[in-house]
Structures are given as C-alpha cells and as structure tokens.
C-alpha cells in the first residue's frame, strides 16, 4: 500500500534523494522527520498534521509503527498515504526504533519529533537555518513548550532563561534537527529501550567535534501522552539508561565509580520520596549490574572531552569565540558537583 513496508530490522538505506532547488537557485538540504508510533492514534496523526504543514521543502516523513493494538498504523497509512510507513512486528523501543527509522531516511538531516509534540509552521525552515550557519553543529534543539503547564522546559539554567541561545552538552529527545553524517559517523542511537539515548549520542558528537545547540527562536507544544507511560517503570529505565550511557563512555575508573555512586543515590532518593521504596533493593542491583557491564565496553570518549560536558552543564555559552576558549585541560568536576547537589534538593 503506497509507501508501507513491513519489517523487523533495517533493509539498508533508500536511494539518496535529489534536493529541491530554492528560489535562489542553491539546493535546500532534504530533511528526514522520523516519527515512532506505539498505540496513540489521535496524537500521532495531530503530529503528522504538523508535520505536513511545514512550510519548509524539501522534506520526507518516515512513521516507524512499534507493533501498536490501537489500528494505528492503519489510520496513519489512511490519513497520510504519501508517508513511508515501517510496519514493525513487535515495540523496538525508542531509540532502537529512531535507529532503524534513521537507516531508512534519505536525507541530509534528522528531524525526531515524539509523537505527542506539534511544530510551528516554520519550525524545521527556522532549524534548518541555524544548522547551515555553523557546520561543526550536530544537533539543534527547539524550544520546547509543556501544554500542561504552559512553560517551557528547563535546559538546566532555568526557565526565566529559556529564551537564551547557547551551547550544550546534551538535548531533549522531543523534537531535535540532527545532522545525519554526524550520526552515522558515532553510530548512531544505543539500542535503549527508554531513557538515555540523547546523552550517549551526544558525548560521541562532542568527542568527535561536533557542537549541540538549543535554539528557542522557533518553538515545540509537547502535550506529554499519558497513554503508555508507567511512571515507575519510566522513572526506572530514563535513571539507568542515562547512566549506562555516562558509563559506556566516561574514560578511565575513578570517574565512573564517581558517577554509579552519584546516580544510584540520586535515583534511591527520589525512589524513596516517590514511595517505590518495597522495588529499591532489587532496582539498585539491577542498575549497578547494567551499570558496570557498560563501562567494560569500548571504546571511550577522550577526558577532554568530558572537561567540556562538565563546564557546559555549569555554564550557559552563548557564543562560538567563548566555546572555543573552554579549558578542556582542566577539571570542572568540584563545580559540577555544587551544581548538581543543589539541582537535586529543590528537583526531587
């Protein structure tokens, strides 16, 4: 049925597409937006409405299906015939299935956008624009809009300061333009259920030179489904996918024991405040297990590199000249952990 396909893993890339000339005569970049579908009908087809009023050219969508119940990819393929729609057989989870939907996308750059956020009409032309400006930047980040409360997501240095330009050392799934060449280049997204699969992209991107930007020039409604989410099992999976992807790539040993010690009492604490105190015991093990079997992998990300994520979570860079001059010989973990600690007192 026009652009469907059945599958249970990548079939290998389509053939690269031809870009459409601009009104300039240059050649636009083709953007890829990769959405994945697990039982939430209604939201996805509000997304791909979004989606398709793009005012931006030339773009193809890629709807990957993670085996949904609801017939929701039967009203996908309906409402949007002209969408390449991947029929998988079972739930891949988020970032093995963002993987696959990548291995099949044909364009210059990756658009992800959960399947529970709306674009602004200009929203890709405005991401597309910032990421041709500076071509070390891997990743452009949107402003991203909570409906439920009407406030935009906090980057780290607070919501008074969301309308700010900067650097950083990470980015929020919800919606993200990725330079495609960078993310083959590091390999792409882990293979995580849930949870963690932006900050293991990321550390590679920086390691290997690339730039993260959140750009609030342009902005995302995320209306936060409650359709499949279990907050304990979330809770669970976003603390130990996050630390499985710190411990698969921090260098050496002392710094990742730092950093199991840190995340298990961070997750037992709010564990603790949120009442799953009866699943803590077997929850710590379960996440030190997966924690540790992590950092035996290979390879690492450079120390240096690690210097700059810690100095981008502490300060707010706003331009390239100050990027440039981080210190990346030095460490900046004693103000990593001042800030951290007074994030969890007023965030758990």
Request: overall charge positive.
């Amino acid at each position: 049925m026009g652009n469907e396909r059945t599958c249970c893993q990548p079939d290998g890339l389509l053939e690269p597409a031809v870009n459409a000339e601009s009104s300039a005569g240059r050649r636009s970049p083709l953007v890829s937006a990769v959405v994945l579908s697990w039982n939430r009908r209604d939201e996805t087809l509000q997304c791909l409405a979004s989606l398709k009023r793009q005012t931006y050219a030339p773009m193809e969508i890629v709807v990957l299906d993670n085996g949904s119940t609801d017939d929701s990819a039967d009203a996908i393929a309906q409402a949007f015939p002209e969408v390449a729609l991947l029929r998988m057989p079972k739930n891949y989870g988020d970032w093995q299935g963002r993987d696959i939907a990548a291995a099949n996308c044909r364009g210059q750059y990756l658009l992800e956008v959960d399947s529970d956020a709306e674009l602004e009409v200009d929203t890709v032309a405005k991401l597309v624009a910032r990421m041709e400006r500076e071509p070390e930047v891997a990743v452009v980040q949107p402003r991203i809009i909570d409906t439920q409360s009407e406030t935009p997501y906090d980057r780290g240095f607070g919501r008074d300061r969301a309308d700010i330009e900067h650097y950083q050392a990470d980015f929020h799934g919800c919606v993200a333009l990725i330079r495609l060449s960078a993310y083959r280049e590091v390999g792409g997204f882990p293979h995580y259920l849930l949870g963690g699969g932006e900050p293991f992209l990321s550390f590679r991107l920086l390691d290997r030179g690339h730039r993260i930007v959140y750009y609030p020039e342009t902005t995302v409604r995320h209306a936060m489904s409650p359709l499949q989410r279990i907050p304990r099992k979330r809770y669970f999976l976003q603390n130990t996918q996050r630390l499985r992807a710190v411990m698969a790539n921090y260098p050496g040993f002392g710094r990742p024991l730092l950093e199991l010690c840190w995340k298990l009492s961070y997750y037992a604490y709010g564990a603790v405040r949120q009442g799953y105190l009866l699943q803590l015991p077997g929850d710590l093990l379960r996440q030190a297990g997966l924690g540790v079997s992590a950092w035996l992998g290979r390879p690492k990300i450079q120390r240096e590199t690690v210097h700059l994520i810690d100095y981008l979570h502490c300060n707010m860079v706003t331009s390239l000249d100050d990027y440039r001059a981080i210190d990346r010989r030095r460490s900046y973990l004693l103000s990593l952990a001042k800030r951290r600690w007074r994030r969890a007192r007023s965030n758990v």
